[in-house]
């Protein structure tokens, strides 16, 4: 049983970067996502990542941001560089036992969230 908590999110300028942390608790998932979700909008893959170190991206988030992860924490990070008031959104955390997609029914874990407001 996995339980993931999200931190690092807050307020930002344009054009300004932060860094999110989920860490999680409990058997190491073989797959660590990132998702954001605005209210009323479906919730999108950001980027995910292997155990092995396999990393995918949303093709229109590729460049800005950096998924990764440090298997021996059992913590995951997401850099975001050159934020835009478009990126401000729920950000959440969310693990599963297979390989990484962005299909959010895949995905059998999910922290709280934490909130990126960019402004």
């Known amino acids: 049983h996995v339980q993931l908590v999200e931190s690092g999110g807050g307020l930002v300028q344009p054009g300004g970067s932060l860094r999110l942390t989920c860490t999680a608790s409990?058997?190491?998932?073989?797959?660590m996502a990132w998702f954001r979700q605005d209210p009323g909008k479906e919730r999108e893959g950001v980027a995910a990542?292997?155990?092995?170190?396999?990393?995918y991206y949303s093709a229109s988030l590729r460049g800005r941001f950096t998924v990764s992860r440090d298997n021996a924490k059992n913590t995951m990070y997401l850099q975001m560089n050159k934020l835009k008031d478009e990126d401000t959104s729920m950000y959440y955390c969310?693990?599963?036992?297979?390989?990484?997609?962005?299909?959010?029914?895949?995905?059998?874990?999910w922290g709280q969230g934490t909130q990126v407001t960019v402004s």
């Open positions: 990542i292997t155990t092995g170190g396999s990393t």
């Open positions: 969310a693990a599963r036992y297979g390989g990484c997609n962005f299909r959010t029914s895949d995905y059998n874990y």
């Open positions: 409990g058997p190491s998932a073989s797959c």
